[in-house]
Nanobody, 111 residues
Framework: QVQLVDSGGGLVQPGGSLRLSCAASGTSFSSYTVTWFRQGPEKQRELVAQIFPSGSTFYATAVQGRFTISRDNAKNTAYLQMNSLKPEDTAIYLC?????WGQGTQVTVSS
């Protein structure tokens, strides 16, 4: 059974924006650190952003200042707002919380 569902990916022009969602089906979401990873073509998986139970956040240098991670514990959902997108951001984005993984959502940045 799917425990996390990530969504919101799509095709966007360079400089555009997308908002990804990561919805958890279980309880106690507020106690979980949520992490967004991405996997590009022929590239190793990288950590993109994290949000901790305290609300503190961490970002990879490559996305600092462009991406914002947030969470709404009442909705059991975390978000990744992606602005000023670059072709290098093209990847499958996956969210993780504890032992739960999303199925992946494709982000393509291309003119």
């Amino acid at each position: 059974q799917v425990q996390l569902v990530d969504s919101g990916g799509g095709l966007v022009q360079p400089g555009g924006s997308l908002r990804l969602s990561c919805a958890a089906s279980g309880t106690s979401f507020s106690s979980y650190t949520v992490t967004w990873f991405r996997q590009g073509p022929e590239k190793q998986r990288e950590l993109v952003a994290q949000i901790f139970p305290s609300g503190s956040t961490f970002y990879a240098t490559a996305v600092q200042g462009r991406f914002t991670i947030s969470r709404d514990n009442a909705k059991n959902t975390a978000y990744l707002q992606m602005n000023s997108l670059k072709p290098e951001d093209t990847a499958i984005y996956l969210c993780n919380a504890r032992d739960m993984w999303g199925q992946g959502t494709q982000v393509t940045v291309s003119s």
